[in-house]
């Protein structure tokens, strides 16, 4: 059975406390990982699409990878305003996206 | 650029009334769009994926009759709960996909049903 995990459920860090967030996948087939934030009350955020092994991708403190069985959202000296939770989806047939249930990431100023 | 708009952004409704929910891609064409529903603390689930110019795929359990969606053109989709029950109240969100899978999503709309 296909299956997207993230851990952990919850994250607090410091202020400037480097980290990263695990999504696992036990898929056939995978056609693309992606990686949303969200924050409370609203619609998820795209960040991030992973096509494939060894793919990285990096946008100001943060940074994705991914291998043949999970990926990797690195948090690099995190500010409080990145607080929110990240979501992890996979895409395996047609267009529709399975979610993980997320990690709610705290950062404590 | 990939903005997606819902509207409205909150609603409340009396039980048995039809409230209508709309979702625009603004600055890109989407030939699919999606409907989701988010509970409390809980990830999201897929309602159903909308395809402009023909009928809604819906997912298992989802009652095509009290969630209707439309997909009238490559810009809006809409999603039309029908005689609303308490049960119903919920953040529905909705996103379009763009390039290849990549799906940008709207903001949300909380529905609250008295």
């Known amino acids: 059975e296909d299956q997207v995990t993230q851990s952990p459920e919850a994250l607090r860090l410091q202020e400037g406390e480097s980290s990263s967030l695990n999504c696992s996948y036990t898929v056939s087939g995978l056609r693309g990982l992606f990686w949303y934030r969200q924050d409370p009350g609203k619609g998820p955020e795209f960040l991030f699409t992973?096509?494939?092994a060894g793919e990285e991708k990096e946008k100001e403190r943060l940074k994705a990878t991914l291998t043949k069985k999970e990926s990797f959202l690195h948090i690099t000296a995190p500010k409080p305003e990145d607080s929110a939770t990240y979501l992890c989806a996979v895409n395996i047939i047609s267009e529709k996206l399975t979610f993980g249930t997320g990690t709610r990431l705290t950062i404590i100023p | 650029g990939a903005v997606v708009s819902q509207h409205p952004s909150w609603v409340i409704c009396k039980s048995g009334t039809s409230v209508k929910i709309e979702c625009r891609s603004l600055d890109f064409q989407a030939t699919t769009m999606f409907w989701y529903r988010q509970f409390p603390k809980q990830s999201l689930m897929l309602m159903a994926t909308s395809n402009e110019g023909s009928k809604a795929t819906y997912e298992q359990g989802v009652e095509k009759d009290k969630f209707l969606i439309n997909h009238a053109s490559l810009t809006l989709s809409t999603l039309t709960v029908t005689s609303a029950h308490p049960e119903d109240s919920s953040f529905y969100i909705c996103?379009?996909?763009?390039?290849?899978?990549?799906?940008?999503f709207g903001p949300g709309t909380r529905l609250t049903v008295t």
């Open positions: 992973l096509y494939s």
């Open positions: 996103s379009a996909r763009r390039l290849a899978y990549e799906q940008y």
